[in-house]
């Protein structure tokens, strides 16, 4: 049974150009979380999605951010235009039920170098 | 507001000492507490997990200890060995209304040989 897999796993982008994550949930999972994580720091919610609908978007930035999951095919996190202030580990988690219920269980993460 | 932290950013253990990671929370709601462990370069691994309704858990050489009176978690690791050295994270879901993971800062922990 595959874990959650991201990718690409390293993504370098110049300012103002845009960048496309991509998550997909383990099997039978249909919950998807993405998480923000700075150098030294703990992991930052930022969106929870269930197939085709955004649940809970109360960590995302209200500009240049936004995340989707189809009802086919993998989760993306797209950020517009990056900036310096991008630059990160983007994790991606998925779980069973929901998440007051439920473990999630994570990905190895994108790392985004903004240049 | 609410948030969930650690007492010690950095433990140093030798080579099969027991280790005692700490974390303090705050959110009374929380009722599912997770600890992750993460190695450089990689994602949060799951190690254990505890619910409110418990104040002990145990799996293979980790044990998690609850108190909610003082809204204290602990993750006890015995025999530490030097594929035990990570960064360690405790989570809480916020209870019922949660939807997402509250992480704390993180404990790294050392293993001496």
């Known amino acids: 049974n595959a874990g959650v897999m991201q990718n690409p796993r390293h993504l370098v982008r110049r300012r103002g150009q845009e960048a496309r994550l991509r998550c997909s949930p383990m099997k039978g999972h249909s919950h998807v979380y993405w998480y923000r994580q700075l150098p030294e720091e703990g992991l930052k919610f930022m969106v929870y999605?269930?197939?085709?609908?955004?649940?809970?978007e109360s960590g995302m930035p209200k500009e240049r951010f936004s995340a989707e999951f189809p009802k086919e095919g993998p989760s993306i996190l797209r950020i517009q235009q990056v900036v310096r202030g991008d630059s990160a580990a983007y994790f991606c988690?998925?779980?069973?039920?929901?998440?007051?219920?439920?473990?999630?269980?994570f990905g190895p993460g994108t790392r985004l170098t903004v240049l | 507001g609410e948030s969930v932290g650690l007492h010690l950013p950095t433990l140093s253990v030798q080579e099969g000492d027991n280790s005692i990671i700490n974390c303090a929370y705050s959110?009374?709601?929380?009722?599912?507490f997770i600890w992750y462990k993460q190695e450089s370069g990689k994602g949060p691994q799951f190690i254990i997990d505890i619910r409110s309704n418990m104040d002990k858990r145990q799996g293979q050489r980790v044990t998690v200890l609850l108190n909610k009176t003082v809204k204290h978690l602990s993750l006890q690791i015995a025999a530490t060995q030097p594929g035990d050295s990570a960064v360690y994270f405790c989570a809480e879901n916020g209870g019922n209304a949660g939807n997402m993971l509250t992480f704390g800062g993180g404990t790294r922990l050392m293993v001496k040989p």
């Open positions: 959110n009374s709601a929380s009722d599912y």
């Open positions: 999605l269930q197939k085709e609908n955004i649940i809970d």
């Open positions: 988690a998925s779980s069973k039920d929901r998440p007051n219920t439920d473990t999630q269980y």
